[in-house]
């Protein structure tokens, strides 16, 4: 915990604002929520609809004008949530260190008002400016049919999200200096993709890497392991020297190649280790999916259901494997894609073309709906709670029966993986064993790292690592892995998810000691968005 204030942002939003706008008396009128008293004639008729270009130039000023006089009360009776922005206006006012606010509203655009604030942040006998823009939008009140200020977190500060706070005072966590595997720096603004992930090894390592926390103004959330988001810093503190497994020159690469796309997430491991490479998204909401993310992989996780048919002995990688254009199990169709069929093949060409039918015709011969998540446990190490270094999602492929248990087979239905897991899926099958991700050295906390119980035999990693190579040379995945050199192999995958116009393209694959994986929402095959980004993080490995 910090030892400043802290701003609660309750149900909406917190704003700025103490002075230097003068807008003379304003009438004041009740809040939305919070049962206060409306000054209104008893004649005058309840006004409806949006409200109109006077009404939002009033709305705004006035709410400006008492907001920057200091007046909590009125302020709040000018929104449609006086229960959240009066204690949020108070403590701003208050405890929360920010003073000398002047806000200067732009033209409107309809109902929204844009406006520029300038503040001072002051904590002891430090203090700095503070500048940014933001916004409000003025709408009709549901019950009293004012026009009154939506409260929404956004208003406060661009960056702030429900339920966060706003806190100035002794930084939670020194500041780090993270470098890479090879002592590169490795900041924000150059690798934008490792905010969250550098933020919260900052929170977790900052004191054991030897640093001094400075004073800060930060954003901190709802939930009291996520890290705080800093937006000023009043003094430095002493950063601490915090070593990762990254590789700032795949860093680049993976920022480069999530950058085609929209909804991109990518990540590389060293296969021998299990070393974090890189980790970089391309997402609109900020959100780590890389890591964090939950999605249906598709075909990609035919790795781990090809490791299973072998192990078991159904299936050989020179065996003959039957691939129809359908295949139906306990009353559910599937199809492979454009219903291509492989009159006369073996597994090795199923697995290469990925074709689906061939997988499902096998299931009725593995007499055990848990096989599968058992392979993807006990040999691939998903669903672990891995102790990376980082909060991550750690891979789920739950048991299931009948049709749900076929569709595992193929990575749809309840299967949940994320970058990070595929990649290590792919690592594993390259290196034989499971090696959990990490992302700073396990000497730094000696943390327990997760173990899977078993090793692929050679004999079904010799197959699976053949039948990936034989994928990136002349399979589904060829093009994409044209460009990259060395003793390579890959495996493609589209996930049909409910609503969107096209599928999620996945994509994972190895070169040498790199393993790396990527995912792409609505981005159609796998090898049509996913393989390229996979490709060039490949390269740069």
Excluded at 190 to 198: A, D, R, T
Aim: proline share 5%; with cysteine; charged share 20%.
């Amino acid at each position: 915990m910090r030892s400043g204030a802290k701003v609660a942002v309750v149900g909406g939003v917190f704003l700025v604002v103490a002075g230097g706008v003068g807008y003379g008396a304003y009438s004041m009128v009740s809040e939305e929520t919070g049962g206060g008293t409306e000054i209104k004639s008893a004649s005058a008729p309840k006004k409806t609809g949006p409200p109109s270009a006077d009404e939002v130039a009033q709305t705004s000023k006035d709410f400006f004008a008492a907001w920057s006089k200091g007046e909590a009360d009125a302020a709040a009776a000018l929104t449609n949530n006086t229960v959240a922005a009066k204690p949020a206006l108070l403590a701003y006012r208050d405890e929360a260190h920010i003073s000398k606010v002047r806000l200067t509203p732009g033209t409107a655009a309809g109902a929204k008002v844009p406006f520029t604030a300038e503040a001072t942040v002051t904590y002891g006998d430090k203090s700095k400016p503070l500048s940014y823009e933001s916004e409000l939008t003025v709408v009709r009140g549901l019950t009293t049919g004012k026009a009154l200020v939506d409260w929404k977190s956004s208003v406060v500060h661009p960056e702030l999200k429900d339920g966060e706070t706003l806190k100035t005072g002794e930084a939670s966590a020194p500041p780090i200096k993270a470098v890479d595997r090879n002592g590169a720096e490795l900041t924000k603004e150059k690798y934008p993709s490792l905010g969250p992930v550098l933020d919260t090894l900052r929170e977790k390592y900052g004191e054991k890497a030897g640093g001094k926390p400075g004073i800060e103004l930060a954003i901190e959330g709802a939930d009291s392991e996520a890290p705080a988001r800093t937006l000023l810093t009043l003094t430095k503190g002493k950063p601490g020297k915090l070593p990762t497994t990254l590789d700032a020159g795949v860093q680049a690469a993976a920022e480069r190649a999530v950058k085609q796309y929209g909804e991109a997430s990518v990540a590389a491991v060293k296969p021998s280790t299990g070393e974090i490479l890189a980790v970089a998204n391309n997402r609109t909401d900020g959100y780590n999916a890389a890591v964090l993310g939950k999605q249906a992989p598709g075909s990609t996780m035919k790795i781990v259901t090809a490791a299973m048919l072998l192990e078991k002995g159904l299936a050989g990688a020179d065996r003959k494997a039957e691939c129809p254009k359908t295949a139906m199990y306990q009353g559910r169709t599937f199809h492979n894609l454009d219903h291509f069929d492989i009159p006369s093949g073996n597994f090795t060409t199923s697995f290469a073309r990925s074709c689906n039918t061939a997988f499902i015709k096998l299931i009725d011969d593995t007499k055990d709906d848990a096989a599968l998540p058992k392979t993807a446990r006990e040999v691939f190490g998903l669903g672990l709670d891995w102790q990376t270094g980082i909060v991550t999602a750690d891979g789920s492929v739950p048991e299931a029966t009948g049709g749900e248990a076929a569709a595992q087979y193929i990575g749809q239905g309840t299967v949940q993986m994320n970058a990070l897991n595929m990649a290590s899926v792919t690592a594993t099958a390259k290196a034989g064993t499971f090696h959990q991700p990490v992302i700073v050295p396990r000497s730094l906390d000696d943390r327990q790292l997760a173990t899977a119980s078993r090793s692929l035999s050679p004999t079904v990693h010799s197959q699976l690592v053949g039948m990936m190579r034989q994928t990136a040379s002349w399979g589904t995945a060829a093009k994409a892995m044209a460009s990259v050199g060395g003793d390579r192999g890959a495996k493609t995958g589209s996930a049909e998810v409910a609503g969107q116009g096209k599928s999620n393209s996945w994509f994972t694959g190895f070169s040498n000691d790199v393993a790396a994986a990527a995912s792409v929402e609505s981005g159609g095959h796998g090898g049509d968005a996913a393989g390229p980004l996979v490709a060039s993080v490949l390269r740069a490995g």
